[in-house]
């Protein structure tokens, strides 16, 4: 820990945090501790927008979707006569959300998310993702994780924990990036997913995309997609907003074995974004930060407790 | 391969189909090959009922229901009057399994396989296996599994493949057992689902089995659960029934990567059963049978190619 070549979380600063962090995993590793889970157990689950990396000033997959309507329009001019497209096209979330089933998003969706095989769609968002750059940093998408998280990706893979994301977004679009990125393979993903058709054609077996069936994988969703894709409960977590309140209870009260809650608290606005009660893109957190101390959930402070927060250019 | 201490396939007989089994496995991970696949690209997909054990005279998930409904009766005796809890008592698949929407089946699987909490199903699933007995050999069901196909799982685990199960059975049954029976943890269990809903109760977080947003995945459902839940094309497939011919075709046509497609054909009524066109209970084979000589795939001829079928005791 003092010999900065032995330290495995160099983004973060000397503290609380850090300390929490490298003691649970001290703990749970140990063979002499009482708290010693077999690496089987090491279950890590991750949130991805606003944890791993940033979901402002809009969610990444927002501004993909909308730049797919924008190339969309150039090839088919009579979208452009469509109010939810002009929304989209206005980055106007708030039409695009309004109404108890957020028609246009799903509108929105539909268009740019359903329709197409799988690797039409991969295709899609890694062009996209080589030329989009994202409207404050001028940087790659892609580029823009959080280095302190990176550090804590690697610390628990060297440790024997196997890491999921479990975010809201869709499974889809992480899986074309997030090995290469995170060092995470497609399978240990669970993301919002709904289900393809499949077809043998004379090119091959194809997958088309559709929207039947879609599973939002966030809030209450987010210990069902666990569930669901991994089938245990996991021992430690890491989220940001109410949408992860859920999955921090599911992974923390009551689990037999040693588990970890962590929240990652926006509180630097002039380096990354400040915002908990009221943010204009997602990551709302209120519910999740009032439970924290109760649970023992760590909280860590953006500003105060990381040094770096982007992986170097 | 001559020497009984190095062959990793003891009970498969030398011949053509275990050759082709090894050929394969050194062709893809001899990084000399030009076939050479990184680790991280060998997927293998594994069909469950009648490909790693029996699906006779019923699928085992099927005893378990059918059991699970005699104990229910005893407990709840006015359930007895119901037409299709008196099909399941008679063992009678066919009143079951009539009309489009297999009511009779969805009936049993709503008393069975849901209203219960996981952890509750969990147990019921445990009490099961502890107690039942398969009606031929007298033993435990998970002690029925193939014993080639133990061997197989063995060396592609050591081979750095991922092996995961995908069968039509519920992954919520299989996850119990899997990891114990096959070395295969949850989270690499492709399998039947329906959601559950999240609670936190006073005792803690709790998810309740439904029967909404049921997926059955089998037949063109198989590729779709592969996609879903792995996110990538496998290399390798092995199934045994027409219920596997797609993920068949999605494995082996036009896969950029090498790639290796086995079929078990069940030919030994003496040890096990011999069925393939009609069988009395799951496990028709006609489809893929014809096509595998057109794709390549490995047919396995249980009789001639194995000389132990199951476990030793």
């Known amino acids: 820990m003092n010999s900065t070549a032995a330290d495995p979380l160099p983004s973060w600063n000397d503290g609380r945090a850090k300390e929490a962090v490298l003691a649970f995993v001290a703990r749970v590793t140990n063979e002499g501790s009482s708290d010693f889970l077999p690496p089987a157990e090491r279950i890590a689950v991750l949130d991805n927008d606003g944890t791993l990396w940033p979901e402002q000033p809009i969610p990444f997959q927002a501004a993909f979707a909308i730049d797919e309507v924008k190339r969309r329009v150039v090839a088919e001019p009579t979208l452009a006569s469509d109010p939810m497209v002009q929304a989209a096209l206005a980055g106007d979330l708030g039409t695009l959300l309004a109404g108890e089933h957020h028609d246009g998003v799903m509108q929105i969706l539909a268009l740019t998310h359903a329709g197409m095989t799988t690797d039409e769609f991969r295709a899609a968002v890694e062009a996209w993702l080589a030329s989009a750059r994202h409207p404050r940093y001028g940087r790659r998408y892609d580029e823009l994780t959080y280095q302190p998280m990176q550090e804590l990706l690697r610390l628990l893979r060297a440790s024997g924990f196997k890491n999921f994301i479990v975010s809201g977004g869709g499974a889809d679009f992480m899986r074309v990036w997030v090995e290469r990125v995170y060092g995470i393979p497609p399978e240990q993903v669970v993301g919002s997913t709904s289900r393809t058709t499949f077809e043998l054609r004379d090119s091959g077996p194809v997958l ?5 069936h879609l599973f939002v994988n966030d809030r209450q969703g987010k210990p069902v997609g666990i569930h669901q894709f991994i089938g245990r409960r996991p021992v430690l977590c890491c989220g940001n907003s109410d949408g992860d309140h859920a999955m921090l209870q599911y992974t923390t009260i009551n689990n037999p074995r040693p588990s970890f ?5 926006h509180t630097d606005g002039e380096r990354e974004y ?12 209120v519910e999740a930060l009032q439970e924290a101390p109760e649970r023992g959930w760590l909280v860590v402070d953006m500003k105060r407790d990381w040094n770096t927060i982007f992986r170097p250019e």
Chains 1, 2 share one sequence.
Request: aromatic residues 4%; proline residues 0%.
């Open 208 to 212: 088309t995309k559709t929207l039947n």
């Open 261 to 265: 809650g962590l929240i990652v608290h």
């Open 274 to 285: 400040a915002y908990d009660a009221v943010s204009k893109s997602t990551g709302k957190l």
